[in-house]
T-cell receptor, first 115, second 114 residues
Framework: KAGVTQTPRYLIKTRGQQVTLSCSPISGHRSVSWYQQTPGQGLQFLFEYFSETQRNKGNFPGRFSGRQFSNSRSEMNVSTLELGDSALYLC??????????????FGPGTRLTVL | AQSVTQLGSHVSVSEGALVLLRCNYS??????LFWYVQYPNQGLQLLLKYTSAATLVKGINGFEAEFKKSETSFHLTKPSAHMSDAAEYSC????????????FGAGTRLFVKA
């Protein structure tokens, strides 16, 4: 089975622009979560989608949004980019049989640099 | 609210020595606990997880972790470090309140000296 794929792998944007990141989960996985990884802070939970619905959300401003399509693919959008948004954005998918105990499988990430 | 604290952003051990990476969590309900590892130039992968079965959990590459409810801890250990264990290790907690909301610790970078 193919793993979680994320596109693009690298992005360079300037302040004020917006960006869209894409994630394709493992086939059959219905839950997709997004994380922001910065040095020294570990992974910060952004949001989780299941069956096209956002079920959980982390403590990020409204500039961060996402969606999930009927084929479970997900996109994350960041509007009005700030320098502090520079980070590695990771997507993870799981079967999500219920309860949060399922293993998450992570993609390689998208490295976003904001200049 | 859930939270995870990993003691020590950097840990250095000699090859063959005991590896002990500390993780303490807080959760309002019985948690699910995870250790993930990220090797250089590789993606994040699951090392082991606790889901309320046995309190001593064995993972890949000889690692294990013990869930101690009274101490709210889930420390990761390996009896004998190998050079290939050098990596970033992250502890995470997830509550079963409808889907995933997994909170990660800040991570611990493990260095192994020859």
């Amino acid at each position: 089975k193919a793993g979680v794929t994320q596109t693009p792998r690298y992005l360079i944007k300037t302040r004020g622009q917006q960006v869209t990141l894409s994630c394709s989960p493992i086939s059959g996985h219905r839950s997709v979560s997004w994380y922001q990884q910065t040095p020294g802070q570990g992974l910060q939970f952004l949001f989780e989608y299941f069956s096209e619905t956002q079920r959980n959300k982390g403590n990020f401003p409204g500039r961060f949004s996402g969606r999930q399509f009927s084929n479970s693919r997900s996109e994350m959008n960041v509007s009005t980019l700030e320098l502090g948004d520079s980070a590695l954005y990771l997507c993870a998918s799981s079967l999500e049989r219920g309860g949060g105990a399922d293993t998450q499988y992570f993609g390689p990430g998208t490295r976003l640099t904001v200049l | 609210a859930q939270s995870v604290t990993q003691l020590g952003s950097h840990v250095s051990v000699s090859e063959g020595a005991l590896v002990l990476l500390r993780c303490n969590y807080s959760s309002s309900v019985p948690p699910y606990l995870f250790w993930y590892v990220q090797y250089p130039n590789q993606g994040l992968q699951l090392l082991l997880k606790y889901t309320s079965a046995a309190t001593l959990v064995k993972g890949i590459n000889g690692f294990e972790a013990e869930f101690k409810k009274s101490e709210t801890s889930f420390h990761l250990t390996k009896p004998s470090a190998h050079m290939s264990d050098a990596a970033e290790y992250s502890c995470a907690v997830s509550e079963g309140t409808g889907g995933f909301k997994t909170i990660f610790g800040a991570g611990t970078r493990l260095f192994v000296k020859a």
